[in-house]
Structures are given as C-alpha cells and as structure tokens.
C-alpha cells in the first residue's frame, strides 16, 4: 500500500539531545498530522498542521508543514526517556467528490539511552 | 485515553474465516476511519464512514465491508480470511470538516492461521 517516506527509520540518542525527523510525498496534502505510537497501544496525536509553511509547537515538540506541500518534519527538544516509541506522520488527501482519505509514513523508532 | 474503543482486543481465526470488529467512537464524532497495520509498518487506510455511509475507500478488496449505526459506532468485517489480513486494526474518529483531527483506539489485534 501507499506510504509516505519518513526518515530516519530509527535512532538512538542521548536523554537531553534534540531529534529531528522528517516525511516527505510525491503528493500535495492540505493537511498533515504527527503521532506517536507506544506498543499495543494506538497511535496518539501530538500535532496537527493545516497551511503550508505553518510551524505549530506542542511542549518540546514543534512540526511545520513544509512550503511545496509535500513534507514535514517533527523536532523533539530535550529529549527524555519516556520520546521513546515510534513516530508516524500522516497526510491528508483531499478529493474534489468530497471525500478523503490519510496516507501514513513508515515510522520513525525512537530509543532514548538514559 | 482517547474515548475510542475497540473490541475484542485480540482474535484468531483461521483461513476463509469471516471476522466482525467493532469500534465506538469518541463522544460526538461523527466519522470513523478504519486502519490495518502490519507488523512493523505504518497504517495503511481501509475506508471511513460518515453519518452511516462510506465517504472514501483505500486499496483494499471488497471482502473487507464496513457499517455505521445512528449512534456512530462501526463494524469492520473481513470475509474469506487470509493469512495476510492478519494485522493490528485501529479504528479512528473524528468530528468531521476540514479541520478535522482523528483519535485512535487502541486496535484489535488479529491473527489468521
């Protein structure tokens, strides 16, 4: 299935150090969405982006929808252990019928060393 | 804690099986998106349903089939199992317009022997 490109697919940083991850597509979204996911559990929200070159900050997190519409990147400040955990992002295609639908990154794992 | 929740939480089945899995929306909203997630892969969007009908389908055969009732709850059904339907399914709802955001439920884990 359709996936969009999120790199890098995994890191491991020191507790403190900044991460920056990012998504990028062949196709334009009007929207873009980063979550987080914990195992066994669903992905949860951390932020969500509706105009082009929009930076929007959530705590030590801050995303921004990129300018040709086909990327984003999520930073995470100060990182501390409990960031660990995959990071997906997701863009929204809107169709003219109306109708849409979200296409989801291939994840970022995330390992936080104490 | 999101207010979307999905039973069972996990489930096998074996090949050519039929599989019914239910979502209840969070309180309000209107629209709920179903999703299957591979092992180690990102969600891959099966359909969504808003007020009680289909509003947008991803690549996924007719055997996967959805239903809405007027309290916003859904079904995923899945005829004819596959060993490879199986998967984590996460329902996900929303309150619907362009500004929308959706909340997961935390997913039916199912296994196809």
């Known amino acids: 299935g359709q996936q969009l490109n999120q790199s890098p697919q995994s890191m491991f940083i020191q507790e403190g150090e900044d991460v920056s991850m990012n998504c990028t597509s062949s196709?334009?979204?009007?929207?873009w969405l980063w979550y987080k996911q914990d195992p066994g559990e669903g992905p949860v929200l951390l932020i969500a982006?509706?105009?082009?070159?929009e930076l929007t900050s959530n705590g030590r997190l801050t995303a921004q929808f990129g300018i040709t519409r086909k990327d984003s990147f999520l930073n995470i400040s100060a990182s501390i252990p409990s960031d660990v955990g995959i990071y997906f992002c997701?863009?929204?295609?809107?169709?003219?019928?109306?109708?849409?639908?979200?296409?989801f990154g291939t994840g970022t794992r995330l390992k936080v060393l104490a | 804690e999101t207010g979307v929740t999905q039973s069972p939480t996990h489930l096998i089945k074996t090949r050519g099986q039929q599989v019914t899995l239910r979502c209840s929306s969070q309180?309000?909203?209107?629209?709920v998106s179903w999703y299957q997630q591979a092992l180690g892969q990102g969600p891959q969007f099966i359909f969504q349903?808003?007020?009680?009908?289909?509003?947008g389908r991803g690549n996924f055969p007719p055997r996967f089939s959805g239903l809405q009732f007027p309290n916003y709850s859904s079904e995923l059904n899945v005829n004819a199992l596959e060993l490879d339907d199986s998967a984590l399914y996460l329902c996900?709802?929303?309150?619907?317009?362009?500004?929308?955001?959706?909340?997961f439920g935390p997913g039916t884990r199912l296994l196809v022997l």
């Open positions: 996900a709802s929303s309150l619907g317009g362009i500004a929308e955001t959706q909340y």
């Open positions: 196709s334009i979204f009007n929207t």
């Open positions: 982006l509706y105009k082009a070159g």
């Open positions: 997701a863009g929204r295609l809107l169709f003219s019928s109306g109708t849409y639908k979200y296409i």
């Open positions: 309180s309000g909203h209107n629209t």
């Open positions: 349903y808003y007020r009680e009908e289909e509003n």
